[in-house]
């Protein structure tokens, strides 16, 4: 039986991941510290004998006993909101998480694969994005925490890769959704379901004229997966290239959810990309990947589990007090 190391499992796309893995007759070890992690997400794996959790913060030494044969480093705050919140956890994770990780991967002679994001593009002035493109990133601003955090990442991975012969896959992914999202994690899809169900207005940042594309999570999924199997070794844009304005999406929410409300205008957040679409010619070529589900069912299927939230949980909008938890 191959075995994965999977860090940030607790998560929305780690608990997919480890999902997949165990579907695909793997042994699981799924890693979390529960900064923004929720074994919620994984409490249905943990009867199986071939799944173990591992309550660990990657920052520090990483131990796994025993072989590996792939590891997937999934573990990071993803969202405007945890890393404003969590700035230095942010970096500590993309940097020092990766060097242990890439240490792991050497000492294990297992094949990892590190999960990069479009935001490496920071604006971009490139459109749609390909991974040619250097991007626009703000070092300094408030998304400097996280963009930098992964473009170091991409760098000590190819430099493992290219001085120890790691054998490295380096995914860049593009806005993704699905059932497991954090309600309160501020980003939009939860955001604006979230407003819908507790009957607020739904609120678009600036003019709403800013674009994303969004992309399901068994999309993205099987697009790692076979980024996991090839051969190939330079960074790969996974995501879902039917882009949208925020307002034109948050017609659609209302539309889909029936919500009597109203779309309300808020300040548009610094550094926030003014656009951002996927060039995923190379996914297409290389793997034989593009996206199968529509925005509209994607969406439905997000809405229903939403609904399945209890009145506690869809009422906690405030965020969790990392700091505390920290502590602890
Ligand atoms: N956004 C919005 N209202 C919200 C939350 C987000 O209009 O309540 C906007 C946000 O400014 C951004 C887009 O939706 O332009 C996507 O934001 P998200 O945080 O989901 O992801 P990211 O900016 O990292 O792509």
């Known amino acids: 039986m ?12 780690g608990s997919h991941l480890c999902d997949r893995f165990i579907k695909e007759g793997f042994h699981v070890i799924a890693m979390d510290n529960l900064i923004t992690g929720d074994l919620k997400n994984i409490e ?15 920052t ?28 230095i956890q942010t970096l500590k994770v993309g940097a020092l998480g990766t060097h242990n990780l890439l240490g792991l991967a050497k000492e294990k002679n297992a094949r ?19 991974e040619e493109y250097y991007g626009n990133v ?15 990442q991409e760098s000590i991975t190819m430099a493992y890769h290219r001085f120890h012969g790691v054998e490295t896959r380096i995914v860049r992914i593009f806005n993704t959704y699905g059932p497991r999202m954090r309600l309160n994690d501020g980003r939009v899809i939860p955001a604006f379901m ?17 674009t994303r594309s969004f992309c399901y999570v068994d999309d993205e999924i099987e697009g790692i997966y076979r980024l996991l199997m090839s051969d190939y070794t330079l960074p790969i844009n996974i995501g879902n290239p039917h882009e949208i304005t925020i307002g034109d999406f948050a017609e659609e929410i209302i539309k889909l959810t029936g919500t009597t409300q109203k779309v309300i205008y808020k300040d548009l957040p ?10 995923i010619s190379k996914a297409k070529e290389i793997l034989g990947w593009e996206p199968k589900v529509g925005r509209e069912e994607g969406m439905r299927k997000t809405f229903e589990y939403f609904k399945t939230l209890s009145k506690p949980e869809l009422e906690r909008t405030e965020h969790r007090d990392f700091t505390q938890r920290n502590k602890k």
Request: net charge negative; aromatic share 12%; charged share 20%.
């Open 112 to 130: 990892i694969l590190i999960a990069s994001t479009s935001e490496i593009y920071g604006d971009p002035l490139v459109h749609p994005q390909t």
């Open 194 to 210: 979230g407003q819908a169900l507790r009957g607020e207005d739904l609120t678009v940042f600036g003019d709403g004229s800013q």
């Open 44 to 58: 249905h794996l943990f009867k199986l004998e071939n799944f173990e959790f591992y309550h660990h913060d990657v």
């Open 2 to 13: 191959k075995r994965i190391l999977i860090t940030g499992a607790a998560g929305f796309l």
């Open 270 to 279: 610094q550094d926030d990309p003014m656009q951002r679409q996927p060039d």
């Open 60 to 87: 520090k030494f990483v131990y796994v006993p025993g072989e590996l044969d792939y590891i997937l480093h999934f573990a990071s705050p993803a969202s405007p909101i945890d890393y404003l919140k969590i700035p």
């Open 138 to 152: 703000n070092t300094i601003g408030p998304r400097g925490v996280y963009d930098e955090a992964k473009r170091f």
